[in-house]
Nanobody, 119 residues
Framework: QVQLVESGGGLVQAGGSLRLSCGVS????????MAWFRQAPGKEREFAARLRWSGGSTFYADSVKGRFTISRDNAKNTVYLQMNNLEPEDTAVYYC????????????WGQGTQVTVSS
């Protein structure tokens, strides 16, 4: 059904930028809420950003607000996470997630992509 594949992770210096991509297959992206979560070593997975399925509303965790931007390109069926002014605390595995419209829990997950920020 819905399959998500993240890419774009890597190593970057503090203060730098990185853009993650989440390719969606199996369904049309426009009908799904999309989100990014992250899990740092030794910590629980946490919410980072959400893009509502309709209207383009965005929501961010306080820890990333003002630095991260979630967006989508429906023609490419891809969701992005633009990360600016990266900090070592942003080091984590980043996961793309989806759900039909805004109904229920996050039902679909990608495999994750590693982001490492060096000081």
């Amino acid at each position: 059904q819905v399959q998500l594949v993240e890419s774009g992770g890597g190593l970057v210096q503090a203060g730098g930028s990185l853009r993650l991509s989440c390719g969606v297959s199996g369904r049309t992206l426009s009908s799904y809420d999309m989100a990014w979560f992250r899990q740092a070593p030794g910590k629980e997975r946490e919410f980072a950003a959400r893009l509502r399925w309709s209207g383009g509303s965005t929501f961010y965790a306080d820890s990333v607000k003002g630095r991260f931007t979630i967006s989508r390109d429906n023609a490419k069926n891809t969701v992005y996470l633009q990360m600016n002014n990266l900090e070592p605390e942003d080091t984590a595995v980043y996961y793309c997630a989806a759900r039909y419209r805004d109904i229920g829990p996050w039902a679909y997950w990608g495999q994750g992509t590693q982001v490492t920020v060096s000081s």
